[in-house]
């Protein structure tokens, strides 16, 4: 459960020699850089590296064409040292290709959504059989073509007859709008025009280039849009072409740009005097003999390996040890955060307690293999990494619905422990009383444990606070393991325990000791700041820490009743559907084991997931680690602006 062991590497050597141990021992290496200047702030002499990145603008420029070309960013061998120059000369020429293409492109789509637009005004005039262009070029008379709202048309549809000036003929009534034409005489269309603009009327300017009828000027245009369409995929096609025997190149000039802008971007973590570079890095334990053989090939090269307990004021990050259960929950982990490097991985510890309570709260054989295998499909199908989580939590359910013997709710086709039937634990109760009993004893047993991860933390930590005198250290756990012990021996065996000779050194002491942590954890330290310690300020806060102290034992102890209460509902509903389903309705019965799937999962997963949080985490668990993130080069990511 603990994270992996760091060592800090720091290593000097000429400057002109600094790209190629880069390139050997850090880029794409087990190599977690830090800031050197900060971490030598009192070494004199020692200045930051000149930044001015000559790769950058080209690898900015080959994302572009990438994303221009429709291509993935993605790695592709290269070999040798490319020229700046002749690289800025092959992207002149890729992006003029790709400018030309999107301007031939553009034209086409441009000429097919304009033989579109006027096929679908024309469509309006369908039914009419004279030619457009006798219509529009009429020495004596004017026409318009357009449309009003049809609200105006039916309210002015009389007048409109009735005036000698004009001709109005709808040729498509729709709902909202009437579509039409209007005729008038050369004289009389300045006035009937303002007319038809008071009603709304919008006046669609047909095509000079439209001939025929409207039918055979649809068909026309709808040949030329055809048409534009054919060469709109064949540009399509040319660059889909050109983009295939780019992409070896480009993918290679890409990859050798992306390796080099960021091979020279780790100058912002070294530092240089006059003629020495230095720079830092975390390098795992397992991986540090390995570093250091491929720093042997440069013998001019210093290279001082230290441990973080011979370091102050130093933070190593954090890299978790890999294992299946603690990769599936590790981001409920990082939602809580990430652990420090002197605290154990709870990565484990969470994934057996998840599993534990989720099952006990949905324990049904059925339901529990059906979870698990929506959860595999999540996983495998749709990539998600919550569907692994469901999985594991589907098949705990599963087999603690062997336990309880439920099959999709039906209790009677295996044996097992039957939540509401009579118990014979307790004779004369149900079994409902014996699982909240029984999860009330799992919250403190689940309380002592975390309670024992905090000293093993403290241990970890040289933190005596936490160790010996915090509400979760050794006093925390005497105390509070010591009040359970007199409270069931006397209210089970009848053997009081509340006298003086138990009282005072398991409940009292440990109170006084929580009481008092801050000097005393001081004292501890030899930390002569013990003696600064105002006895007013320790006792006038600590009474009312103390109070939150003792709440919070009983209110999380409490709070695991829920684990039990989860599992008795999950029998309601399940009761609740079979009542509904009568003399065994199918559909009902399905429905019903869906929607308990469904709506209880989502409600146990967020109820064990505060158990995690509030009721164990808060009680061992620091977080505020650091990730630990190697230089590597991820090629299929798009390189961010720093």
Partial sequence: ????????????????????????????????????????????????????????????????????????????????EEDLEALEAYFDRLEQTVKDLEERRATQRRLLEEDRSVSQELTHLQGLATDL????????????????????????????NDNADLFFFPTMVEARKVYGIYFTTKEAHQRVDSLFNSLHFVRIQLDPAV????????????????????????????????????????????????????????????????????????????ELENLTKKLDAFPDCSCVVDSPRDLQGVRPPTKLKSSFFGRVFRPFLEMYGLPNY???????????????????????????????????????????????????????????????????????????????????????????LVLLLLSVALGIGMI??????????????????????????????????????????????????????YVLPVLVLPLVCILLREPLSLLAAGDPEWKHVKPSEVLGTGFFELFETLLSYLTNTLSFMRVGAYAITHVGLMMVVQMLAGSGNLVVIVLGNLFVMGFEGLLVGIQVLRLEFYELFGRFYDDGGIPYVPAKIDYSVLESNH
């Fill in 1 to 80: 459960m603990s994270v992996v062991a760091m060592k800090l590497l720091t290593v000097a050597g000429p400057l002109e020699q600094f790209d190629d141990v880069v390139s050997a021992c850090v880029l794409d290496q087990e190599f977690h850089p830090e800031y050197t200047l900060h971490m030598m702030d009192r070494v004199s002499g020692l200045h930051p590296f000149p930044l001015s990145n000559a790769y950058a603008p080209l690898l900015r420029r080959a994302q572009e064409v990438l994303e221009e070309l429709g291509l993935q960013p993605a790695y592709a061998p290269f070999e040798g």
């Fill in 133 to 160: 262009e006798h219509l529009q070029n009429m020495k004596y008379a004017r026409f318009r073509y357009g449309y009003l709202p049809r609200d105006t048309y039916d309210s002015f549809q009389t007048a409109l």
């Fill in 211 to 286: 001939h025929g009828t409207p039918e055979e000027a649809i068909g026309a245009l709808e040949k030329l849009a055809a048409k534009a369409e054919d060469k709109l995929a064949a540009l399509d096609k040319e660059q889909a072409d050109f983009a295939q025997r780019e992409s070896p190149r480009l993918h290679a000039v890409y990859s050798w740009l992306r390796y080099h802008s960021e091979r020279y971007d780790l100058r912002r973590y070294a530092a240089r005097s006059r003629e020495t570079f230095y720079l830092m890095g975390w390098v795992p334990e397992p």
């Fill in 342 to 432: 002197q605290e154990l991985d709870p990565s484990i510890f969470m994934a057996f307690t998840y599993c534990l309570f989720f099952g006990i709260m949905f324990g049904d054989l059925g339901q529990g293999l059906g979870l698990a295998l929506i959860g595999l499909i999540l996983s495998k199908w749709k990539k998600m990494w919550l569907g692994n989580i469901i999985t594991c939590c589907g098949l705990s359910g599963a087999l603690f619905g062997c336990v309880y013997g439920s099959v999709f709710g039906y209790e009677d086709i295996l044996p097992g422990f039957k939540i509401m039937e009579e118990s014979n634990l307790l004779p004369g109760s149900s079994n409902v």
């Fill in 448 to 501: 002592c444990v975390v309670m024992v991860l905090n000293i093993v933390n403290g241990i970890r930590q040289h933190n005596f606070e936490k160790i010996f005198f915090g509400p979760n250290g050794l006093a925390g756990l005497v105390f509070y393991g010591g009040l359970i012990l007199a409270a069931v021996s006397t209210l089970l065996f009848g053997v009081n325990l509340f006298v003086p000779a």
